[in-house]
């Protein structure tokens, strides 16, 4: 824990055990957080402030609350601001029910099929809103509201409650935390203000029965252990390996976001180390799983984590990240190993070998994580281009710089460069990074210095001519064309 992290926390901390009345000497890890009393933190003991929440949100809030409802900012927003962070959004929880959320804003719509979710627009930002979530097994007759899979999953989960009863359906004890604007307090039902104190991501409950209602919660354990840099409480980690298969359950196109959110986010190397240690990169990369090796060392993995190294450096000087430029990547390996088998095998030509492969890998990917079309095309014209790089002579090296992904292809090149060490390609890196910001003078200079053609041209033979109503002529004829 940081120092600047625990010098945020004293106050609360302090006040906390004052609370809790927990023994100064029990071990972290034995605490039970749903077993603990609720504690209500005064403003003059944590570090949250108005000026730092949403404007959209604090209308919210401040409309429930005089429509005589419960509303409290709670989650990652709570969270993140104890952190000292600013959030990236903010969510709010009341008593008020998705119905009641439509007739008091104009500006809602209602989401969700499992639970039914308040989305209040504001322009470009959206609060949600959530009903407090009850106990299912209170209703567990009632089948329209409340519905589990044959492996426990929720399929359908409109079970109301108090906030007391939200606090303990929700998955991680640090995300269980309530900031009410009616008396400036923050809520802790779960020992999350101890847990955010000691850095630790805990499950709320019985964490193999929580996985199995919604399998998703595993890749939220590691990506938040990865985002907060805090490790995961033993009775938390211990069901993940056993149970990673679950995660083949969820629609693709629900893991496809999921992905995003581990490998694009600017922790997105250490979720992948995490990810490999909890044995959750399977379910969602079969095909580069397949792939990994004993020592770690292949180029495979070295290319997914310069990749994933390069993506966090971008996001944290706020630069942009295309997600088809990471699948490009992470799948070119996988997908130059299956184009030289076919190859090897069928005695295809290598363009078509390469073709059928990469219809092959996206193909198997798509099945594992829904990518998109508008993705996987761009993945294609980034492979492609690999082909073509080489290729300089003439005017083919402007027209290739004119292709609207010739930037990422160049990128893509140059992580090949340094992934496989080859002279060959570090030369050709080396030669386009120069021509790019060269003068049109020199780029001419530098095509015109050019050796030969790496890729060797094909001879093309005109055909003769035919007269409209006549033979063709011959082939002696002085005036044939060869």
Known sequence: MSLSRCTIFTRVANFCRKVLKRDE??????????????????RESHNISRKDISENALKVLYR???????????????????????????????????????????????????????????GPEVIEVA????????????????????????????IFGSIE???????????????SVADFTVRDYVGGLQDLELGIIRMIGDPETRYREDPVRMLRVVRFAAKLDMRV???????????????????????????????????????????????????????????????GDSAMERMIIQVLKNTDNRIQNDMRVNPAFLF????????????????????????EAFALAMNDTLDEACRALAIPKRITTLVRDIWTLQLRISRRHGKRAWKLMEHPKFRAAYDLLALRAEVENNQELQRLTHWWGEFQAAAPVQQKTMLNTLGDDPVP??????????????PARSNNSNNNAS
């Open 165 to 179: 009863d939200d606090a303990q359906r929700r998955d991680l004890t640090i995300n269980s935390l309530y900031y």
């Open 457 to 470: 041209r094909r001879k093309t033979t005109r055909r003769p001519r035919r007269r409209p109503n006549g």
């Open 64 to 122: 429930l609350n005089k429509a005589g409802f419960e509303a409290y900012l709670v989650g990652g927003g709570v969270r993140d601001l104890l952190l000292g962070k600013q959030p990236k959004d903010f969510d709010v929880s009341t008593n008020a029910t998705p119905e009641q959320m439509r007739k008091l804003f104009r500006n809602c719509r209602l989401v969700g099929r499992r639970f039914r979710l308040a989305h209040v627009m504001f």
């Open 328 to 351: 490009a990547a992470i799948f070119w390996y996988p997908q130059m190993e299956a184009a030289q088998q076919m190859a090897q095998e069928s005695g295809l030509p290598w363009y």
């Open 131 to 158: 009903t407090f979530r009850g106990h299912h097994q209170e209703e567990e007759q009632d089948r329209n509201n409340s519905q589990r899979g044959q492996n426990g999953m929720l399929l359908r989960d409109n």
């Open 233 to 295: 409480a033993a009775e938390t980690a211990e069901p993940i390996p056993r149970l990673a298969t679950l995660l083949n359950d969820i629609p693709p196109a629900r893991l496809f976001e999921e992905s995003l959110k581990l490998l694009q986010a600017g922790h997105g190397y250490s979720t992948y180390l995490k990810l490999r240690e909890f044995q959750l990169f399977q379910p969602l990369f079969p095909t580069i799983t397949r792939n990994f090796t004993e020592a």
């Open 25 to 42: 000497e029990a071990p972290a890890e034995v605490i039970e957080p749903e077993r603990q009393h609720m504690a209500i933190v005064p």
